[in-house]
């Protein structure tokens, strides 16, 4: 699973809860910051692998801290409680840039987003992720079948996009760099899925993970920014 992350954060965000954006699109790839970080520092292993499974050439043999079940329940509650402590003592409006209310589900949103994660992992994962440790591994593997896997992340960033847009009020012209932020997604996607390339190394890879998923939390800020106060460049 790749871009359907982040229809988690998309679906997330509402007036209500005044969750920045570009925090949920960090919390649905927070245990992938993690993996990449400990496959840089050599601690969780990576084999990219060719034509591993259809739509991915990522082999996670090794990522219990990351990716377990039990270590993805506890770093859900570590990311709920870090921004209960950063944002409950200061809320922000992301839109206006200025003090708002801060609503108390809002952690627990961050917790859901978080652990989301390993769900929308579990449908794409052939059967490489632990349980707890790096035993009873589960995955449903439909990352065997490309155009099925292709099709149920673009499904998913649309869904969260369409909820995204019903739930928060906005100027149409951020509308419009909301909708095109989601094709960039999709294109992103494509190239993904369809555009063969020479496997990475581990290392290579863990470090373009950060490198993109970073751009697109970068994205998600400006875009809520457009049509605020003066209007910012988006993709
Ligand atoms: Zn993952």
């Not at 509308?175 to 063969?196: E, N, R, W």
């Not at 998923?213 to 800020?221: D, E, Q, R, S, W």
């Amino acid at each position: 699973m790749f871009v359907g992350h982040y229809s988690v954060a998309f679906a997330c965000r509402t007036e209500r809860n005044q969750i920045p954006l570009w925090v949920l699109f960090v919390a649905v790839q927070f245990l992938d910051y993690i993996w990449a970080t400990l496959v840089l520092l050599g601690i969780e292993k990576l084999r990219v692998i060719k034509g591993f499974t259809a739509g991915s050439m990522l082999d996670s043999y090794f990522h219990p801290y990351s990716h377990s079940l039990i270590t993805a329940i506890l770093w859900s509650a570590v990311a709920a409680l870090v921004y209960k402590g950063v944002c409950g003592r200061h809320p922000f409006d992301s839109a206006h840039g200025r003090l708002s209310h801060y609503s108390k589900s809002a952690p627990l949103i961050i917790g859901i987003a978080v652990f989301s994660h390993w769900i929308l992992d579990l449908i794409a994962h052939p059967r490489d992720l632990p349980i707890y440790d790096n035993t009873s591994k589960v995955g449903f593997g439909l990352w065997n079948y490309r155009d099925p896997e292709f099709a149920l992340e673009v499904a998913l960033v649309v869904g969260g996009i369409v909820l995204y847009l019903a739930r928060n009020a906005m100027p149409a012209i951020r509308k419009g760099a909301v909708i095109a932020f989601g094709i960039a997604l999709v294109v992103v996607q494509i190239g993904d899925t369809y555009v063969p390339r020479t496997p990475l190394t581990d290392k290579r890879t863990a470090m373009g993970v950060w490198i993109f998923y970073t751009l697109f939390v970068l994205i998600a800020f400006a875009v809520e920014k457009v049509g605020c106060r003066k209007r910012i460049n988006t993709p």
